[in-house]
């Protein structure tokens, strides 16, 4: 009974492919998100999804899209993967809006490495 | 961009008290401070939230002065199982969530 989870754990894939991770959220929260973690621990938010909206879109690459496809569920796509997206990424949700003073909770995260 | 700065590491021994104090000099006037512990190969959660003043709960305490420009975790007679990394979260306004480094605890025998 997982609040938050991720699929696939480690993801390890050669530079110009395509990857998707999944994240789902069993606590009804109505917001999501998505963070990247580099080797230095700098946590950093990417997106941010409330009943399946767009509310934050930080300065990304193109290359990534969000799709959220149901409240409970916030899907991660990367095209042509670049070996400066190796990384962890971590979903999480909250109640509500992206504040930021709603507690978040974070899925166990997904290592990528991009050779 | 503004953000929170937090000192990248601090080293402790079991028994000690850790204070780790975040600086967020454009924090939002209705937002809270909220800080979060990380141990490896988990995703951070969250310990402990305030607006002002002192909090305290079961893990920690969190201080907050009256300008609200930065805040100090504290953590009590730490002990090995303490060893983490620590982020302070202070929203900025407009969506804007800075986590930051985070700041690593080492907590030795």
């Known amino acids: 009974d997982t609040a938050v989870s991720q699929t696939p754990k480690y993801l390890v894939t050669q530079m110009g492919n395509d990857k998707s991770i999944k994240c789902e959220q069993n606590?009804?929260?109505?917001?999501m998100y998505w963070y990247k973690q580099d080797s230095k621990k700098f946590l950093k938010i990417m997106f941010s999804?409330?009943?399946?909206?767009?509310?934050i879109n930080e300065t990304v690459p193109n290359r990534f899209s969000p799709k959220s496809p149901d409240k409970a569920h916030l899907n991660l796509h990367i095209n042509s993967l670049e070996l400066g997206d190796s990384a962890v990424y971590f979903c999480?949700?909250?109640?509500?809006?992206?504040?930021?003073?709603?507690?978040?909770?974070f899925g166990p995260g997904t290592r990528l490495t991009v050779l | 961009l503004a953000k929170t700065t937090q000192p990248i590491s601090m080293d402790s021994y079991e028994g000690q008290e850790v204070n780790i104090t975040c600086s967020h000099n454009?924090?939002?006037?209705?937002?809270?401070i909220t800080w979060y512990q990380q141990f490896p190969s988990q995703g951070p959660r969250f310990i402990i939230q305030g607006y002002k003043t002192k909090v305290t709960n079961e893990v920690a305490s969190l201080f907050i002065p009256a300008d609200r420009k930065s805040s100090t975790l504290s953590l009590p007679r730490v002990s090995l199982s303490d060893t983490a990394v620590y982020y302070c979260?202070?929203?900025?306004?407009?969506?804007?969530?800075?986590f930051g480094a985070g700041t690593t605890v080492t907590v030795r025998a």
């Open positions: 606590l009804g929260h109505d917001t």
């Open positions: 979260l202070a929203p900025l306004g407009d969506y804007k969530l800075s």
């Open positions: 999804y409330n009943n399946k909206e767009l509310i």
């Open positions: 454009n924090i939002a006037t209705n937002d809270y």
């Open positions: 999480a949700s909250s109640q509500m809006a992206a504040s930021g003073t709603d507690t978040q909770y």
